[in-house]
Antibody, heavy 124, light 107 residues
Framework: QVQLVESGGGVVQPGRSLRLSCAAS????????MHWVRQAPGKGLEWVAV????????YYADFVKGRFTISRDSSKNTLYLQMNSLKPQDTAVYYC?????????????????WGQGTLVSVSS | DIQMTQSPSSLSASVGDRVTITCQAS??????VSWWQQKPGKAPKLLIY???TLETGVPSRISGRGSGTDFTFTISGLQPDDIATYYC?????????FGQGTRLAIK
């Protein structure tokens, strides 16, 4: 069965960096687009970024553009989110989620396969 | 970016009631809407995709409809296990957006 397991969260000071990982199993990772979605404490869901099946196309929400980078390593079946210049408002649970299909075109719907989330807390 | 305006933000209903949540998109998004259920401390669960297609295992008392800019999500015969927050979400393009959420409580 599809399994997604995030790691790498923790407490970090404003302006510092953190890299999240998402280990995927149970499906052909190299054939699937992948997303990051976050949720601040007590708030709603917020989409962060998407990558196509091969990492050649990536898109970001405006509030992370230029600071965050989504990438993937198909040899390790792992998705990453490099987060730089972190701000207190980036504090959230970060989820990785599987996209529907290769996601090489104009859309990449979210499937129902999500990880359990990893908490990132940005505080001095 | 496409905005999704979801209403109401909260609602309280009795067991057995019919409950409806609406979502309006800021532009035509065809049928590219999904509906999600989230319980505290858990990842969201996909209920409906492509506006009206039930995800495998989701009971048929849950339904969705709509196209273009106006979408509805309905629970027919509310059950105690339905207590959760519900979100609409569009995927008409690569910049996905969610509605603000509807917190559902049992009276």
């Amino acid at each position: 069965q599809v399994q997604l397991v995030e790691s790498g969260g923790g407490v970090v000071q404003p302006g510092r960096s953190l890299r999240l990982s998402c280990a995927a199993s149970g499906f052909i990772f190299s054939n699937s687009g992948m997303h990051w979605v976050r949720q601040a404490p007590g708030k709603g869901l917020e989409w962060v970024a998407v990558t196509s099946f091969d990492g050649s196309n990536t898109y970001y929400a405006d509030f992370v553009k230029g600071r965050f980078t989504i990438s993937r390593d198909s040899s390790k079946n792992t998705l990453y989110l490099q987060m730089n210049s972190l701000k207190p408002q980036d504090t959230a649970v970060y989820y990785c989620a599987k996209g529907r299909g290769f996601c090489a075109g104009s859309s990449c719907p979210l499937e129902g396969h999500w990880g359990q989330g990893t908490l990132v807390s940005v505080s001095s | 970016d496409i905005q999704m305006t979801q209403s109401p933000s909260s609602l309280s209903a009795s067991v057995g009631d019919r409950v409806t949540i609406t979502c309006q998109a800021s532009q035509d998004i065809g049928h590219y809407v999904s509906w999600w259920q989230q319980k505290p401390g858990k990842a969201p669960k996909l209920l409906i995709y492509d506006a009206s297609t039930l995800e495998t295992g989701v009971p048929s008392r849950i339904s969705g409809r709509g196209s273009g800019t106006d979408f509805t999500f309905t629970i027919s015969g509310l059950q105690p296990d339905d207590i959760a927050t519900y979100y609409c979400q569009q995927s008409a393009n690569l910049l996905i957006t969610f509605g603000q959420g509807t917190r559902l409580a049992i009276k």
